[in-house]
């Protein structure tokens, strides 16, 4: 097999083949566009006709296998190379029309279409071999999905500008010399890609040489239950696209009396809505996969059709103004639901089928395409000239023919669920990314993220990542978790700690980080896995609890905490009645608050016991103490005020006291209200206790209050410690420890009072 290009001659071989798109793209807009349709209309052909015209446009696809036979002998991009340039060649006899017209040969006319059409897409059909091997080889990389939807995009916005110049150019009754003229523009363009394609690198070439017959392509294709459903959902999504798409335009100039002009400017909205639809997929395909998009494709070709059938008969007459208002968003609809389809089945076929199988499989896939888009065009077409032939009127035709479109569109959306999802999310979960602006916002800072070669900007577009999380994100963010720069490595690890979950690759990294990284970004990796309850990872935190890197072993420890690890608690305590770095303690201190266990209580009053502790150490073992008692959200801005100025101290206590008693009181107001005699007493209590507890730093009468509070209000361990808190004259010198405790006596009276 052909070994990779380098990034720098992908690079290249993609901005040629990009030009060449270009120019693929204006030659058939030029020469076999809707202009060939609106040239037949303007010469009076038959539905029929019509049809018949429009299924000469699958004609190409079954003729892939001379296509194959040729390449045992020729390169592929030279195969493909003479192959474009000869289509374009065989639509010369197309620009004789206005002169046969003219001569009063109009049926001689109409057959040198048919003949032009039908060299055209034959010859294409033998340079279509090299499609899909050319493409799949310069789309390959991360970005697969991403290009190729690029190269879809490249081809519609071309599209729609020419559809856009061909409406100008032909306004309401143009001449018919000007279709020759832009069909001779058409054949230059065509003869000029071809030309280009000679210079695009040839793809691998084993594949070739196996000598495969068609029979064996069949079997191995419908041996699998993926590629049978694929196939059967592709013929009847090629079948409605076809004939939805080709027949909206004899639709616009039948029923609604439509100029030629119109019609092609119709055609340019249908480009823009290919457009929007490319742009959507090529911004998505690459982070939900192609499965739910390809759903939504078809959904919306649904939504487009419905107004064809509902849309009353009169509504030309009465309403002329809305009409291009309606044939507008119809075209638009159409081309957006059901180009944006054919688009996407072809990357989710590019990804369903391996490589070394993709020329064999490509060859299927077009025939499948060539088959259901001639058939049902053809069959359309007859349709509707049957219909008018029994005198049924044109628009209740039109709707006959959409209605059946449409129970083939519901069908294509019930076998959709059964396909392989090859990697993509879930339909409801890929509707959920649609839908939300931060997800939307990460994949564009993720795709940002992977443009970019400054190092500053990535480390920028990281921290925005931040402030976006998404579950989408956690592959790129693995990948610059690896960067050889810290700050890289940081940030996307902070961002990663922001996201809701974490996958089994993400946890894995992080695990390999807290055990190489020490001292650069273990530590914020511990702390992740601890805030996502990664509960695989807690021996590995227990070992590294008593890491020489502080940093690592303080959040290890905050981890075990967030994690439950009841056991490892009392080592814990061991650890940081031994350790002199206050950034361990009060990292120590934090998970005893996050324990929440009564047991803890005696060491964060030895760490209090401590002479001259840090008051930075001091605040955060009281903070502990008050989640411990479950009141930190209460004492926390009590905390806050004292500190603005301590001398506040025995105000603030006493207005606790004074607001739990009254609180007691109102709440027992009224006749009707029992009051408990034990609670009454305990209220009363309150104040002059608390009163000789912070003005004479006498806490007998506290201690006492505290132990006379029923059993099942109070933790008993919680109980016995801060009754005796009160009377140790070395602690209750701490007016931090003083408010805690007059807060949580208030708050249990507050609750004894409720229950």
Same mark, same amino acid.
Not at 361 to 369: H, K
């Given at each position: 097999?052909?070994?990779?290009?380098?990034?720098?001659?992908?690079?290249?071989?993609?901005?040629?083949?990009?030009?060449?798109?270009?120019?693929?793209?204006?030659?058939?807009?030029?020469?076999?566009?809707?202009?060939?349709?609106?040239?037949? &209309?303007?010469?009076?052909?038959?539905?029929?006709?019509?049809?018949?015209?429009?299924? #000469?446009?699958? =004609? +190409?696809?079954?003729?892939?296998?001379?296509?194959?036979? #040729?390449?045992?002998?020729?390169?592929?991009?030279?195969?493909?190379?003479?192959?474009?340039?000869?289509?374009?060649?065989?639509?010369?006899?197309?620009?004789?029309?206005?002169?046969?017209?003219?001569?009063?040969?109009?049926?001689?006319?109409?057959? =040198?279409?048919?003949?032009?059409?039908?060299?055209?897409?034959?010859?294409?059909?033998?340079?279509?071999?090299?499609?899909?091997?050319?493409? +799949?080889?310069?789309?390959?990389?991360?970005?697969?999905?991403?290009?190729?939807?690029?190269?879809?995009?490249?081809?519609?916005?071309?599209? &729609?500008?020419?559809?856009?110049?061909?409406?100008?150019? *032909?306004?309401?009754?143009?001449?018919?010399?000007?279709?020759?003229?832009?069909?001779?523009?058409?054949?230059?363009?065509?003869?000029?890609?071809?030309?280009?394609?000679?210079?695009?690198?040839?793809?691998?070439?084993?594949?070739?040489?196996?000598?495969?017959?068609?029979?064996?392509? *069949?079997?191995?294709?419908?041996? /699998?239950?993926?590629?049978?459903? %694929?196939?059967?959902?592709?013929?009847?999504?090629?079948?409605?696209?076809?004939?939805?798409?080709?027949?909206?335009?004899?639709?616009?100039?039948?029923?609604?009396?439509?100029?030629?002009?119109?019609?092609?400017?119709?055609?340019?909205?249908?480009?823009?809505?290919? *457009?929007l639809i490319g742009l959507l997929i090529k911004f998505l395909v690459d982070?939900?996969?192609?499965?739910?998009?390809?759903?939504?494709?078809? %959904?919306?070709?649904?939504?487009?059709?419905?107004?064809? @059938?509902?849309?009353?008969?009169?509504?030309?007459?009465?309403?002329?103004?809305?009409?291009?208002?309606?044939?507008?968003?119809?075209?638009?609809?159409?081309?957006?639901?059901?180009?944006?389809?054919?688009?996407?089945?072809?990357?989710? %076929?590019?990804?369903?089928?391996?490589?070394?199988?993709?020329?064999?499989?490509?060859?299927?896939?077009?025939?499948?395409?060539?088959?259901?888009?001639? @058939?049902?065009?053809?069959?359309?077409?007859?349709?509707?000239?049957?219909?008018?032939?029994?005198?049924?009127?044109?628009?209740?035709?039109?709707?006959?023919?959409?209605?059946?479109?449409?129970?083939?569109?519901?069908?294509?959306?019930?076998?959709?669920?059964?396909?392989?999802?090859?990697?993509?999310?879930?339909?409801?979960?890929?509707?959920? @990314?649609?839908?939300?602006?931060?997800?939307?916002?990460?994949?564009?800072?993720?795709?940002? !993220?992977?443009?970019?070669?400054?190092?500053?900007?990535?480390?920028?577009?990281?921290?925005?990542?931040?402030?976006?999380?998404?579950?989408?994100?956690?592959?790129?963010?693995?990948?610059?978790?690896?960067?050889?720069?810290?700050?890289?490595?940081?940030?996307?690890?902070?961002? &990663?700690?922001?996201?809701?979950?974490?996958?089994?690759?993400?946890?894995?990294?992080?695990?390999?980080?807290?055990?190489?990284?020490?001292?650069?970004?273990?530590?914020?990796?511990?702390?992740?896995?601890?805030?996502?309850?990664?509960?695989?990872?807690?021996?590995?935190?227990?070992?590294?609890?008593? +890491?020489?890197?502080?940093?690592?072993?303080?959040?290890?420890?905050?981890?075990?905490?967030?994690?439950k690890d009841e056991a490892f608690r009392p080592e814990i305590e061991s650890?940081?009645? /031994?350790?002199?770095?206050?950034?361990?303690?009060?990292?120590?201190?934090?998970?005893?608050?996050?324990?929440?266990?009564?047991?803890?209580?005696?060491?964060? !009053?030895?760490?209090?016991? @401590?002479?001259?502790?840090?008051?930075?150490?001091?605040?955060?073992?009281?903070?502990?103490?008050?989640?411990?008692?479950?009141?930190?959200?209460?004492?926390?801005?009590?905390?806050?005020?004292?500190?603005?100025?301590?001398?506040?101290?025995?105000?603030?206590?006493?207005?606790?006291?004074? +607001?739990?008693?009254?609180?007691?009181?109102?709440?027992?107001?009224?006749?009707?209200?029992?009051?408990?005699?034990?609670?009454?007493?305990?209220?009363?209590?309150?104040?002059?206790?608390?009163?000789?507890?912070? /003005?004479?730093?006498?806490?007998?009468? !506290?201690?006492?209050?505290?132990?006379?509070?029923?059993?099942?209000?109070?933790?008993?361990?919680?109980?016995?410690?801060?009754?005796?808190?009160?009377?140790?004259?070395?602690?209750?010198?701490?007016?931090?420890?003083?408010?805690?405790?007059?807060?949580?006596?208030?708050?249990?009276?507050?609750?004894?009072?409720?229950?």
């Amino acid at each position: 097999m052909a070994s990779t290009l380098s990034p720098y001659h992908l690079g290249k071989a993609r901005e040629l083949y990009n030009i060449f798109n270009v120019f693929n793209a204006i030659s058939w807009s030029f020469l076999v566009g809707n202009i060939v349709t609106l040239l037949a &209309m303007r010469l009076r052909a038959t539905s029929t006709y019509i049809g018949i015209l429009s299924a #000469l446009g699958y =004609v +190409s696809f079954f003729f892939l296998p001379l296509g194959k036979l #040729l390449t045992r002998r020729f390169r592929i991009t030279r195969i493909f190379s003479l192959a474009w340039i000869g289509r374009a060649l065989g639509m010369t006899p197309l620009l004789l029309t206005p002169h046969l017209v003219s001569q009063g040969h109009t049926d001689t006319a109409m057959n =040198v279409i048919i003949l032009g059409v039908a060299i055209f897409h034959i010859i294409r059909g033998v340079g279509m071999i090299g499609n899909n091997p050319v493409l +799949s080889y310069l789309a390959s990389g991360p970005d697969r999905g991403s290009y190729m939807t690029q190269i879809q995009i490249i081809n519609n916005a071309v599209g &729609m500008f020419c559809g856009f110049f061909i409406a100008l150019a *032909l306004g309401r009754e143009p001449p018919l010399y000007l279709y020759a003229i832009i069909m001779a523009i058409g054949e230059v363009c065509g003869i000029f890609s071809g030309i280009l394609m000679k210079k695009i690198p040839e793809p691998p070439i084993e594949e070739r040489k196996k000598g495969v017959s068609f029979l064996s392509i *069949l079997h191995e294709a419908f041996s /699998k239950d993926s590629l049978r459903q %694929f196939i059967l959902i592709l013929f009847i999504v090629a079948l409605v696209s076809g004939v939805s798409r080709a027949f909206i335009i004899v639709y616009s100039r039948e029923v609604f009396l439509q100029s030629d002009g119109m019609v092609s400017l119709y055609s340019v909205f249908g480009g823009l809505g290919v *457009l929007l639809i490319g742009l959507l997929i090529k911004f998505l395909v690459d982070r939900i996969g192609a499965k739910p998009i390809f759903i939504v494709c078809v %959904f919306i070709g649904l939504v487009g059709m419905i107004p064809v @059938v509902l849309i009353p008969s009169g509504l030309a007459e009465q309403f002329s103004a809305g009409i291009v208002l309606f044939i507008s968003a119809l075209f638009f609809i159409l081309n957006f639901g059901f180009l944006g389809s054919e688009g996407i089945a072809q990357t989710y %076929f590019l990804a369903l089928v391996p490589m070394e199988l993709m020329l064999d499989m490509g060859i299927l896939y077009f025939l499948v395409f060539g088959v259901a888009g001639s @058939v049902g065009s053809f069959l359309a077409g007859l349709l509707l000239d049957v219909l008018t032939g029994f005198t049924v009127p044109m628009v209740v035709a039109f709707k006959i023919l959409y209605a059946i479109l449409i129970l083939l569109t519901i069908a294509i959306l019930w076998l959709q669920r059964k396909l392989t999802p090859l990697g993509a999310l879930p339909f409801r979960g890929a509707l959920e @990314v649609i839908f939300s602006f931060r997800d939307l916002r990460a994949i564009a800072l993720l795709d940002r !993220l992977n443009k970019t070669k400054d190092s500053d900007e990535e480390e920028a577009l990281l921290e925005a990542l931040h402030g976006a999380p998404s579950k989408l994100a956690i592959k790129g963010l693995l990948t610059r978790a690896k960067s050889p720069r810290l700050a890289i490595r940081t940030e996307a690890l902070r961002a &990663m700690e922001a996201l809701d979950t974490l996958d089994e690759p993400a946890e894995k990294a992080l695990m390999e980080d807290i055990i190489v990284h020490h001292y650069t970004t273990a530590y914020i990796s511990a702390r992740i896995l601890g805030n996502h309850r990664v509960y695989s990872a807690i021996p590995t935190l227990r070992e590294l609890a008593s +890491s020489e890197d502080y940093m690592l072993a303080g959040e290890a420890i905050i981890a075990l905490a967030k994690l439950k690890d009841e056991a490892f608690r009392p080592e814990i305590e061991s650890i940081i009645s /031994k350790t002199p770095n206050p950034r361990l303690k009060i990292m120590g201190v934090e998970a005893f608050g996050i324990y929440r266990s009564p047991h803890s209580l005696t060491v964060l !009053l030895d760490i209090l016991r @401590v002479e001259n502790p840090p008051h930075y150490l001091r605040d955060e073992a009281v903070l502990a103490m008050a989640s411990i008692l479950t009141i930190q959200n209460e004492f926390y801005p009590l905390l806050v005020r004292f500190l603005e100025d301590e001398s506040l101290a025995p105000t603030l206590a006493m207005d606790e006291a004074e +607001s739990a008693a009254e609180f007691y009181r109102t709440a027992n107001k009224g006749w009707f209200r029992k009051k408990p005699v034990r609670a009454a007493a305990q209220a009363q209590k309150l104040i002059p206790a608390v009163a000789a507890f912070i /003005k004479d730093a006498q806490g007998a009468a !506290l201690s006492r209050w505290i132990l006379e509070l029923p059993d099942d209000l109070v933790h008993p361990i919680s109980q016995s410690v801060l009754a005796e808190v009160v009377l140790d004259d070395e602690l209750i010198g701490y007016d931090r420890l003083r408010l805690l405790i007059v807060r949580w006596a208030a708050q249990e009276l507050r609750l004894w009072t409720n229950k």
